[in-house]
């Protein structure tokens, strides 16, 4: 390991590459790196977006005149003069939701964009944005769970993201027949991103042609989608996205604000940019839904559990059929005997949810695990103990087997790591001081995902590497990792690698979700670099191996580029047509004939003070097996970065709802709380060497969503040690706990 490198970077283990610094380390901390409303465009107008103050009901009259007169308003964008010139799109498409703003005067929830003004300064169309009057016709909404008016339905059928409720054997009989049953129910609550970027779109228009510039983990996507919004071919359109300031799944669906502010550019001749609000960024883009659960297990004395029920809740909009349907990762978490699974969806007069980091494992993981820790102590047994005696090689449903499972191995390393051993397992039995100690751990996983991805590398005769794919940095080190492939399969050093990415002018690549990026690019790039290698070898008449450095001179030509194709096994035949055309391929975790996932397991200490019972973490150890590790640095970043959000949705992160209006309260970093510095104390991340060549060339998991799956319900789970409080509804407050 180069001396240069800091001590917060993990030296590399078997099957782990070199923790490089941040390719764009620089760029980012000097401010070069261009976000994407950092763009300098001419004759620039701007956007400020109008929301609705009502959550159902329509816009029954529109007063523009004060705002129209305010000095430097170029145009006012309403249902009264855009209508239908903005295409909506079909949820399931990749679209945010079907709900097209503007299109008609209908109110489907509150904070819905009800008009877009244009002027010459983001000042002049900000303050006409306060003075748009509207007049509602306003209806009850129903703001979710329990609220007069929202309709239950069975996801199955209804959602399309949901194709089955994993289920085997009798599990009733089975529950009537064990020793131990536990029935208990949990909840989670509203969580929006908040990512520090804030979403903006611009676009420029050049005759028929237009770029979109755009935070985005899908610019194939959103080209595909803003071209049918505008009912344009889609190879007029460009977008550019070559930094992302945080997404986690908000800037993966395209939301409508894009092609308005498309059409806006169009009809008033003008680039516009808009950059959403904070507080707007609640509605106008997705979140994270509330969810509850109920589960029953059932154990004989060993622990063997022999029947596993889960029914998940989850809160939707009116017209999509958004769900995670966590069911298919907490189905097959452990061997049970009978399963039965069932995923609802609750409609409500709400903007659509969406994809937050580890959609589903968050949700359905918390309650599955804190569950596990409910059975332990009714078994009277070690928790870590209880995985044990249900781990499995097959997953319960249809048998299929994992191609690599670390589980135990983690718990293992993290408990030994933790000091699991010297843990008094009775309840309220540990303190120092004021301070009441707890100790809990739960599991984690994560689904492979792979993608169908593309690459053009070229070396050059001065033994300079370039790759490009439209795969995105949404500041996981793509840029860095991608180029670590490359350097590693050519034998160049890294320093000689330029990589460019987040641009529909690159061969396309995945949608920077379900953490598939690394493995799905990693493969192509990999494909790719051979395909130089052999065309190189082959010309100079020697044998393939080692650097490319070392024959450079007998290079027939400048240079060498290769455009290569990487398609999962079990992806459809067409899916490189497919993502040409911006269409999702990804697939992998329990979808095959083969389970596909990467492991962890979370150890918390929580302190718990004996008065006031503010609640502290003092340290927290997650051991994790993601198959290859491309970078240590990188790596250990996002499992870092992911336990310390699960810390936040354990006690600190909840978007608070006026029931009587179905609004959002706290839409601001001021209110909606995350945790800071002084929140986070010891965190320590292990990563276990793990080879699995089964899961695609280069042998990678995804581990961008691992971390933070689990750590909330080891939290939950420490914090019942401490005070024999067992908190089902998260965040856990002071308030809980008095
Ligand atoms: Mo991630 S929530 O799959 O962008």
């Known amino acids: 390991m180069s001396p240069t490198y800091s001590q917060a970077a993990p030296e590399p283990k078997r099957n782990m590459g070199e923790p490089a610094p941040r390719l764009d380390a620089r760029l980012k901390v000097t401010g070069e790196a261009r976000y994407a409303a950092d763009f300098p465009i001419n004759n620039l107008a701007h956007g400020v977006l109008v929301t609705s103050a009502i959550a159902r009901g329509r816009v029954a009259s529109l007063d523009l005149e004060e705002a129209r007169a305010v000095p430097g308003v170029i145009e006012i964008l309403t249902h009264e003069n855009t209508g239908d010139a903005v295409k909506p799109l079909p949820f399931g498409s990749g679209a945010a939701t079907s709900i097209q703003p503007l299109a008609d005067p209908r109110i489907w929830h509150d904070g819905q964009i009800i008009a877009l003004v244009?002027?010459?300064?983001?000042?002049?169309?900000?303050?006409?944005?306060?003075?748009?009057?509207?007049?509602?016709?306003?209806?009850?909404?129903?703001?979710?769970?329990?609220?007069?008016?929202?309709?239950?339905?069975?996801?199955?059928?209804?959602?399309?993201?949901?194709?089955?409720?994993?289920?085997?054997?009798?599990?009733?009989?089975?529950?009537?027949?064990?020793?131990?049953?536990?029935?208990?129910?949990?909840?989670?609550?509203?969580?929006?991103?908040?990512?520090?970027?804030?979403?903006?779109?611009?676009?420029?228009?050049?005759?028929?042609?237009?770029?979109?510039?755009?935070?985005?983990?899908?610019?194939?996507?959103?080209?595909?989608?803003?071209?049918?919004?505008?009912?344009?071919?889609?190879a007029n359109v460009r977008v550019v996205s070559p930094y992302v300031g945080g997404a986690f799944g908000s800037k993966g669906p395209m939301t409508p604000r894009t092609g308005l502010i498309a059409f806006a550019a169009r009809r008033i001749g003008r680039p516009v940019r808009c950059v959403v609000s904070r507080a707007q960024g609640y509605t106008t883009t997705t979140y994270r839904a509330e969810t509850r659960h109920r589960i029953r297990m059932g154990a004989g004395p060993d622990g063997r559990i022999s029947g596993f029920t889960h029914d998940g809740w989850e809160v939707t909009s009116r017209p999509d059929a958004y769900v995670v349907g966590g069911t298919d990762s907490t189905a097959r978490l452990y061997g049970y005997g009978a399963v039965a699974t069932k995923v609802h969806m609750v409609k409500a007069d709400r903007n659509t949810p969406g994809y937050m980091r580890s959609p589903p494992e968050v949700p359905y993981i918390y309650a599955l695990e804190s569950a596990m820790d409910e059975l332990a102590v009714a078994l009277k047994m070690d928790p870590v103990e209880l995985r044990r005696v249900n781990d499995t090689m097959k997953e319960?449903?249809?048998?299929?087997?994992?191609?690599?499972?670390?589980?135990?191995?983690?718990?293992?390393?993290?408990?030994?790591?933790?000091?699991?051993?010297?843990?008094?397992?009775?309840?309220?039995?540990?303190?120092?001081?004021?301070?009441?100690?707890?100790?809990?751990?739960?599991?984690?996983?994560?689904?492979?995902?792979?993608?169908?991805?593309?690459?053009?590398?070229?070396?050059?005769?001065?033994?300079?590497?370039?790759?490009?794919?439209?795969?995105?940095?949404?500041?996981?080190?793509?840029?860095?990792?991608?180029?670590?492939?490359?350097?590693?399969?050519?034998?160049?050093?890294?320093?000689?690698?330029?990589?460019?990415?987040?641009?529909?002018?690159?061969?396309?690549?995945?949608?920077?979700?379900?953490?598939?990026?690394?493995?799905?690019?990693?493969?192509?790039?990999?494909?790719?670099?051979?395909?130089?290698r052999e065309k190189l070898f082959r010309a100079v008449g020697k044998p393939d191996e080692g650097s490319v450095r070392d024959v450079l001179e007998g290079m027939p030509s400048g240079a060498i580029e290769e455009y290569a194709e990487w398609i999962p096994p079990g992806a459809p035949q067409d899916a490189i047509r497919k993502l040409y055309q911006g269409a999702s391929t990804l697939r992998g975790g329990s979808e095959g004939e083969k389970m596909m996932y990467a492991f962890g397991a979370?150890?918390?200490?929580?302190?718990?003070?004996?008065?006031?019972?503010?609640?502290?973490?003092?340290?927290?150890?997650?051991?994790?097996?993601?198959?290859?590790?491309?970078?240590?640095?990188?790596?250990?970043?996002?499992?870092?970065?992911?336990?310390?959000?699960?810390?936040?949705?354990?006690?600190?992160?909840?978007?608070?709802?006026?029931?009587?209006?179905?609004?959002?309260?706290?839409?601001?970093?001021?209110?909606?709380?995350?945790?800071?510095?002084?929140?986070?104390?010891?965190?320590?991340?292990?990563?276990?060497?793990?080879?699995?060549?089964?899961?695609?060339?280069?042998?990678?998991?995804?581990l961008g969503e691992l971390g933070n799956v689990g750590t909330a319900s080891a939290i939950a789970n420490a914090v019942y040690h401490a005070t024999g409080k067992r908190i089902r509804d998260l965040p856990i407050r002071i308030e809980d706990l008095l």
């Not at 979403?199 to 755009?214: A, D, I, K, Q, R």
């Not at 002018?505 to 949608?511: I, K, R, T």
């Not at 990188?634 to 354990?650: D, N, R, V």
């Not at 909606?672 to 280069?698: C, F, G, Q």
């Open 118 to 234: 244009l002027a010459d300064s983001f000042e002049a169309a900000r303050e006409a944005a306060y003075k748009v009057g509207a007049g509602y016709a306003a209806e009850q909404p129903s703001a979710g769970f329990d609220a007069a008016g929202a309709e239950t339905v069975p996801a199955l059928g209804h959602a399309k993201s949901h194709s089955e409720d994993p289920a085997v054997g009798d599990a009733d009989a089975a529950l009537r027949g064990a020793a131990t049953v536990i029935e208990v129910g949990y909840a989670t609550p509203t969580q929006h991103h908040n990512p520090i970027e804030l979403f903006s779109t611009t676009c420029v228009w050049n005759g028929e042609h237009l770029t979109v510039y755009e935070p985005s983990q899908s610019v194939y996507g959103f080209r595909g989608m803003v071209a049918k919004q505008l009912g344009m071919d889609q």
């Open 396 to 532: 319960p449903i249809k048998g299929y087997p994992y191609t690599s499972r670390g589980l135990m191995e983690c718990f293992d390393r993290a408990a030994a790591a933790f000091g699991w051993s010297g843990r008094d397992p009775a309840v309220g039995s540990m303190r120092e001081g004021d301070w009441l100690i707890g100790m809990g751990c739960a599991a984690a996983l994560y689904p492979t995902n792979l993608g169908a991805a593309t690459a053009r590398v070229r070396l050059s005769a001065d033994g300079t590497v370039r790759v490009q794919t439209a795969a995105h940095e949404i500041g996981n080190g793509a840029y860095t990792v991608i180029g670590q492939m490359a350097a590693e399969r050519l034998g160049v050093d890294l320093a000689a690698v330029t990589v460019e990415l987040g641009d529909t002018d690159l061969p396309p690549a995945p949608v920077a979700g379900g953490s598939n990026t690394t493995a799905s690019v990693c493969s192509t790039v990999l494909k790719a670099c051979d395909a130089i």
């Open 602 to 702: 979370e150890f918390v200490e929580v302190r718990i003070h004996a008065r006031t019972r503010e609640i502290r973490v003092p340290r927290i150890t997650g051991a994790f097996t993601a198959g290859r590790i491309m970078n240590t640095r990188t790596a250990h970043s996002q499992l870092m970065g992911g336990m310390i959000w699960g810390i936040s949705s354990a006690l600190h992160e909840k978007t608070d709802i006026d029931r009587r209006h179905a609004r959002y309260i706290n839409k601001d970093i001021a209110e909606y709380l995350v945790p800071v510095n002084a929140d986070i104390a010891k965190v320590e991340v292990i990563m276990i060497p793990e080879e699995d060549r089964e899961v695609n060339p280069a042998g990678i998991k995804g």
